[in-house]
């Protein structure tokens, strides 16, 4: 009987990249479209039980793999960070459909195509990170991660700042700082990963 194929473990980390990616176009989506809110919610959802899947797969083979390309706690982090990401836009998600939000507001829309454009430039990062001691794109792109979250910390306070000034409901107050937070989190988790591929890079060349 042939022996199983080793897994991949960068391909692993681009695969584990693409279910962030996929979650962030799906709130994108989820957002442009504001109908069957619950719905939208449970696709995300489903995103982020294959990225769960993907995750312990990993785990199941570390537990048996002799030799690895990076150290296997540093294969275990980043592996975690890229899940963390995936369950923040899950929780982005739900929040939605929990708080019962009847309209989104278009700043709103904003900060969610930055997670988009984020999650795809850590994508794009995580894929080129196996080529990381000769890439001439690697360092770009970290660097285009770490200036979207600039550009998301800068929306998020003026969104915090404006809602104080003008919403007069309490409690829509309430529901809405939550979701600001909830979205600002994503790209704090995203910038996090790609300072992290930056350390790799660093460590292991």
């Known amino acids: 009987m042939a022996n199983k194929k080793s897994l991949d473990f960068f391909e ?9 990616k996929k979650a962030a176009d799906q709130l994108v989506l989820m ?15 489903v995103t982020e039980h294959e990225a769960d899947s993907s995750l312990h797969e990993v785990m199941h083979e570390l537990a048996r793999c002799f030799v690895t390309p990076i150290d296997r706690d540093n294969i275990i982090t980043l592996i975690n960070r890229l899940d963390d990401i995936t369950d923040a836009i ?15 507001k278009p700043e709103v829309k904003t900060l969610a195509d930055l997670i988009a454009q984020a999650c795809s430039a850590l994508y794009d990062a995580v894929d080129e990170f196996p080529r990381f001691k000769h890439s001439k794109t690697l360092n770009e792109l970290i660097i285009r991660v770490n200036r979207l979250e600039e550009d998301g910390d800068r929306m998020h306070r003026a969104i915090i700042k404006n809602m104080y000034q003008q919403e ?6 309430m529901k809405w700082k939550e979701i600001i937070n909830a979205m600002e989190n994503v790209l704090d988790y995203c910038e996090d990963v790609a300072n992290l591929l930056d ?5 292991n060349s």
């Open 168 to 173: 007069q409901n309490a409690i829509e107050l």
């Open 12 to 20: 692993a980390f681009t695969r584990q990249a693409g279910y962030c």
């Open 31 to 45: 957002l442009a479209n504001y109908t069957d809110v619950t719905i939208r919610a449970e696709e995300i959802h």
């Open 90 to 104: 899950e929780d982005v998600a739900n929040l939605f459909d929990m708080l019962s939000i009847t309209t989104v």
């Open 199 to 203: 350390e790799l890079a660093i460590s």
